[in-house]
């Protein structure tokens, strides 16, 4: 089945630095992928929409400048946070929607700790 | 908008019990529906699925039926396992009116005692 790969796997920074994570389609195209965090014991809340080839589009509440998406080609996302605060401290998770069907497939997640 | 409610946990559990986590849903349009569970620590795998109604998605021994008519999917498991503990998401996702977004509830979490 599709496979969608995210790197790394947890991921440990100072506050104030910035820290990028990967989100790739290892075995098919996604012109589109989601970017997903979840604070500790709570639901998925969807941050942003990844468009290859234009801007990402936002949800409400979610600082685009905090929060750098890039959709460089067609098999590859990066969510980069800028900037990192402790409160930035999460788990985050990326996915990409299959080929003519509705379901999503989900990377690994990024835990980060910014102490 | 499009939404989905499960029930609150965590639900403990004694070995070869029976499992039921409740899960309905509101869209707007006719979406697909998701069970996905999260092992302590791991990424989410999608345990099963169901694109239509009165559709049943199976998996490892849970069940999963799509009722239209009480907009429910709720998450069944006739004898669980220690190794079922876990958090499961109900979500729901319609390619036709949301795009792929994948719109989850609560999660639940489960712990099954030997």
């Known amino acids: 089945g599709a496979v969608v790969s995210q790197h790394p796997s947890r991921v440990i920074c100072k506050s104030g630095t910035s820290v990028k994570i990967e989100c790739r389609s290892l075995d098919f195209q996604a012109t589109t992928m989601f970017w997903y965090r979840q604070f500790p014991k709570q639901s998925l809340m969807l941050m942003a929409t990844s468009n290859e080839g234009s801007k990402a589009t936002y949800e409400q509440g979610v600082e685009k400048d905090k929060f750098l998406i890039n959709h460089a080609s067609l098999t590859l996302s990066t969510l980069t946070v800028t900037s990192a605060h402790p409160e930035d401290s999460s788990f985050y998770i990326c996915?990409?929607?299959?080929?003519?069907?509705?379901?999503?497939?989900f990377g690994q997640g990024t835990r980060l700790t910014v102490v | 908008g499009d939404s989905v409610t499960q029930m609150e946990g965590p639900v403990t559990l004694s070995e070869e019990a029976c499992l039921t986590i409740n899960c309905t849903y509101t869209a707007t349009g006719y979406p697909s529906l998701f069970w996905y569970v999260q092992y302590p620590g791991e990424g989410l795998q999608l345990l099963l699925k169901?694109?239509?109604?009165?559709d049943k998605g199976s998996n490892k021994g849970f069940e999963a039926t799509y009722r239209k008519e009480t907009t429910s999917f709720h998450l069944e498991k006739g004898s669980v396992q220690v190794s079922d503990s876990a958090v499961y998401f109900c979500?729901?996702?319609?390619?036709?009116?949301?795009?792929?977004?994948?719109?989850f509830g609560a999660g639940t979490r489960l712990f099954v005692k030997a």
């Open positions: 169901a694109t239509k109604a009165d």
């Open positions: 996915s990409a929607p299959g080929q003519g069907d509705t379901e999503a497939f």
């Open positions: 979500a729901l996702s319609d390619r036709r009116t949301g795009g792929f977004k994948t719109i």
